[in-house]
C-alpha cells in the first residue's frame, strides 16, 4: 500500500507527515524543491505528476491554498483536483481522494450530515463545492473512484490553535460556554486517510472529524494557551458538528479523539522538532 500526498509541504502535510501510520509507504510532492519531498508542479507537469503516480495505491490531494482569495485562486481548487483525477487515470492509479472542507456548509447549525445544504457559504466554500462536483463528474468519466473528504478543523492548522497569538480573543456567549466545531487531530486524520486508501469502496462525498466537537475554549485552556473572551454577538453560532456516521464505516474514531487533551497531544507530537522530516 503506498499513497501520494499533493500538497504536502502546506500546513495539513506537514503535520501529517511526521505521523504517519507505519506500515503503508507515502510520497509527499511539493512544487518547490525541498529536502524529502518530490518535487512537481501538478498543474504544470502533467508528465512527472504521472511518473510520481506509478505504482501508487492511492492519490490524496491537499493541494489548494484555504487562504486564496482572489477568483483565480479559488478556481485553482478545481484545476489542481482535475489535474489530479486526470494524472491518476494515465497512471492506473483508481483512487483518489481530495481535501475539501467544512467550509461547504457555510453557517449551518447543528449536525450537519453529507446531504445538509450549505447556508451563506463562503467564496472559499462555494470553491470547494465547485471542485466537488467538477471531479466526481471527472471520476466517473474516466473510471477513477474520487471521494471528496470534507474536513473539519485540524488541531494545528486551525484558526485557534495554529493561529493563536498573545491577546487572542474568543467569543463567550451568554450561558458561559465558547463556541464548538468539529475537529480532527492530525494522527486521527493520518489513520482515516490510510483507511480510506485501504477501503474496498469509499463514499463520493464524505465527513472527516472526531465523532463529536469540541469547545473552542477548552481546546485552548488544555494547549495553556491564554485567552480574552468576548461576549458574542448575535450572528455566533454556538455549535456545527459534522455527522460523522458514514466515516465511521472506514475507520471508526473513538470519542476521546475530540477531547481537547487528545487533540493537543496529537497537534504537539506532530509538532515536535525531533519528529519533523525535513
Not at 495539513?12 to 509527499?28: D, N
Not at 524529502?36 to 502533467?46: A, H, K, M, N, T
Not at 485552548?220 to 468576548?230: C, K
Request: proline share 5%.
Amino acid at each position: 500500500m503506498s499513497v501520494v500526498v499533493l500538497g504536502a509541504n502546506g500546513r495539513v502535510g506537514r503535520l501529517l507527515r511526521p505521523v504517519w501510520p507505519e506500515g503503508c509507504a507515502a510520497v509527499w510532492q511539493s512544487r518547490s524543491s525541498q529536502a524529502g519531498y518530490s518535487r512537481c508542479d501538478i498543474l504544470e507537469e502533467p508528465y512527472l505528476l504521472e511518473q510520481l503516480l506509478q505504482g501508487a495505491s492511492a492519490l490524496l490531494c491537499l493541494a489548494g491554498s484555504a487562504q486564496a482569495r482572489t477568483k483565480v485562486a479559488l478556481r485553482d481548487h478545481s484545476r489542481l483536483a482535475q489535474a489530479s483525477i486526470a494524472a491518476a487515470a494515465r497512471a492506473g492509479v483508481t483512487r483518489v481522494l481530495l481535501a475539501s472542507s467544512a467550509a461547504v456548509y457555510g453557517r449551518a447549525p447543528s449536525s450537519v450530515y453529507e446531504e445538509t445544504v450549505g447556508l451563506d457559504v463562503s467564496e472559499y466554500g462555494l470553491a470547494k463545492l465547485e471542485m466537488e462536483e467538477a471531479a466526481l463528474a471527472l471520476g466517473q468519466a474516466q473510471g477513477v473512484e474520487v471521494s471528496c473528504l470534507r474536513i473539519g478543523n485540524v488541531a494545528g492548522a486551525d484558526a485557534i490553535l495554529g493561529a493563536w497569538q498573545p491577546g487572542f480573543s474568543l467569543d463567550v456567549f451568554d450561558n458561559g460556554t465558547t463556541p464548538e466545531r468539529s475537529y480532527i487531530g492530525p494522527e486521527s486524520l493520518a489513520k482515516v486517510v490510510v483507511a480510506l486508501a485501504c477501503a474496498e469502496r469509499v463514499d463520493p462525498v464524505v465527513n472527516v472529524a472526531a465523532p463529536r466537537a469540541t469547545a473552542m475554549g477548552d481546546l485552548l485552556n488544555a494547549a495553556e494557551l491564554p485567552w480574552q473572551p468576548r461576549r458574542a454577538g448575535p450572528n455566533a453560532i454556538a455549535s456545527v458538528s459534522l455527522a460523522t456516521g458514514k466515516l465511521a464505516r472506514y475507520c471508526a474514531l473513538p470519542e476521546r479523539a475530540a477531547d481537547p487533551a487528545v487533540l493537543v497531544a496529537e497537534w504537539r507530537r506532530a509538532s515536535e522538532p525531533a519528529g519533523r522530516i525535513a
